[in-house]
C-alpha cells in the first residue's frame, strides 16, 4: 500500500518563499550599484558588493538546509541565483570600472568592459559550469573581487584592461576552481578563509581612500591560496581521472 508523501507545510513554504526573497533582494543591489557607480560612488559600490557575496555565500546553504527545492518545486532557484549573480558579479562591476575612469577612455574602455560580459555569458549558459564534484569550471566570474583590486590598488587603466583579458580567456580554460561553500575538500579551511577574507575585504574599504597596504596584502594570501588550491586539486582530478581511465581499460582489454 503506498502512502501518500507529507506536503510541506505553511511554516516550511514561508521559509523557502524567505530565502528565494533572500537571493532575489540581490537584484536590488544590483541597481543601486549601477545607479551609485554612475554618481561616482565607489567606495558605496563596493560595499553593495560586499552585501551581495554574503547573500551569495548564504542563500545556498539556507536553501540545502530547508530543502527548498523540495517545498517549492515549481520555483527554480537555481536560475534565480544565476541571474543575481550575473548582474551582481559581472554586469554591475563592468559598469563600475567603465563609468568610473578605471577603463581606458574611448571605444577600447568600452571593448575592455564588453568582453568580460560576453565571457561570463558563455560560462553562465554552460551546463557544466558547476561540476558534479562541487567546482566552478573555468575562471568564475569574480568581476567584482576583480574591481575591487583594481580600485584598492589603483591599477592603470592599460593593467586594468589587460587583467580583464587575460581573465576573460581563463573562464574557456577547464581549470577547476574551489567553490568555497561546496567543494568537499577542506570544506572546512576554505570556508573559514573565505569568512576571513570578507571581513578583511570590509576592513579595507572602510579605509579607503588610504587603506593599509599589509592588509590588502594579507587579503592578497588568500587570492594565492584560492589560485593554488585551485590548481593543486584540477591536477589531482586529472590524475586520478587517468589511473581509473586506464585501470578500466585493462580491464576490457583482451587477454
Same mark, same amino acid.
Given at each position: 500500500?503506498?502512502?501518500?508523501?507529507?506536503?510541506?507545510?505553511?511554516?516550511?513554504?514561508?521559509?523557502?518563499?524567505?530565502?528565494?526573497?533572500?537571493?532575489?533582494?540581490?537584484?536590488?543591489?544590483?541597481?543601486?550599484? #549601477?545607479?551609485?557607480?554612475?554618481?561616482?560612488? =565607489?567606495?558605496?559600490?563596493?560595499?553593495?558588493?560586499?552585501?551581495?557575496?554574503?547573500?551569495?555565500?548564504?542563500?545556498?546553504?539556507?536553501?540545502?538546509?530547508?530543502?527548498?527545492?523540495?517545498?517549492?518545486?515549481?520555483?527554480?532557484?537555481?536560475?534565480?541565483?544565476?541571474?543575481?549573480?550575473?548582474?551582481?558579479? =559581472?554586469?554591475?562591476?563592468? #559598469?563600475?570600472?567603465?563609468?568610473?575612469?578605471?577603463?581606458?577612455?574611448?571605444?577600447?574602455?568600452?571593448?575592455?568592459?564588453?568582453?568580460?560580459?560576453?565571457?561570463?555569458?558563455?560560462?553562465?549558459?554552460?551546463?557544466?559550469?558547476?561540476?558534479?564534484?562541487?567546482?566552478?569550471?573555468?575562471?568564475?566570474?569574480?568581476?567584482?573581487?576583480?574591481?575591487?583590486?583594481?580600485?584598492?590598488?589603483?591599477?592603470?587603466?592599460?593593467?586594468?584592461? =589587460?587583467?580583464?583579458?587575460?581573465?576573460?580567456?581563463?573562464?574557456? =580554460?577547464?581549470?577547476?576552481?574551489?567553490?568555497?561553500?561546496?567543494?568537499?575538500?577542506?570544506?572546512? #579551511?576554505?570556508?573559514?578563509?573565505?569568512?576571513?577574507?570578507?571581513?578583511?575585504?570590509?576592513?579595507?574599504?572602510?579605509?579607503?581612500?588610504?587603506?593599509?597596504?599589509?592588509?590588502?596584502?594579507?587579503?592578497? #594570501?588568500?587570492?594565492?591560496?584560492?589560485?593554488?588550491?585551485?590548481?593543486?586539486?584540477?591536477?589531482?582530478?586529472?590524475?586520478?581521472?587517468?589511473?581509473?581511465?586506464?585501470?578500466?581499460?585493462?580491464?576490457?582489454?583482451?587477454?
Amino acid at each position: 500500500m503506498h502512502t501518500q508523501p507529507d506536503l510541506p507545510t505553511h511554516a516550511q513554504r514561508l521559509a523557502a518563499t524567505l530565502v528565494h526573497t533572500w537571493t532575489a533582494f540581490g537584484t536590488v543591489l544590483a541597481l543601486l550599484m #549601477v545607479h551609485y557607480a554612475y554618481q561616482a560612488e =565607489v567606495e558605496i559600490v563596493l560595499w553593495l558588493f560586499l552585501a551581495a557575496m554574503v547573500i551569495d555565500g548564504t542563500d545556498g546553504m539556507l536553501a540545502r538546509w530547508l530543502r527548498v527545492k523540495e517545498v517549492l518545486p515549481g520555483f527554480d532557484g537555481a536560475l534565480l541565483d544565476n541571474i543575481v549573480d550575473f548582474i551582481t558579479y =559581472v554586469f554591475a562591476p563592468m #559598469v563600475l570600472l567603465w563609468s568610473c575612469g578605471y577603463l581606458p577612455d574611448g571605444w577600447l574602455g568600452g571593448l575592455s568592459a564588453a568582453v568580460p560580459l560576453m565571457a561570463s555569458c558563455y560560462q553562465f549558459c554552460r551546463t557544466d559550469a558547476k561540476t558534479d564534484d562541487h567546482f566552478f569550471l573555468g575562471f568564475p566570474s569574480y568581476w567584482n573581487i576583480v574591481a575591487f583590486y583594481v580600485v584598492v590598488l589603483e591599477l592603470s587603466t592599460t593593467t586594468t584592461a =589587460v587583467l580583464l583579458g587575460v581573465l576573460a580567456v581563463l573562464v574557456f =580554460v577547464p581549470i577547476k576552481y574551489v567553490y568555497p561553500s561546496r567543494t568537499p575538500f577542506l570544506w572546512a #579551511v576554505n570556508m573559514t578563509l573565505a569568512t576571513l577574507w570578507l571581513g578583511l575585504y570590509g576592513v579595507v574599504v572602510a579605509a579607503l581612500p588610504d587603506p593599509s597596504a599589509w592588509l590588502i596584502g594579507l587579503s592578497l #594570501v588568500y587570492v594565492a591560496y584560492y589560485v593554488v588550491a585551485s590548481l593543486w586539486l584540477t591536477a589531482r582530478t586529472a590524475r586520478r581521472t587517468h589511473v581509473e581511465r586506464s585501470a578500466e581499460a585493462r580491464e576490457v582489454a583482451p587477454v
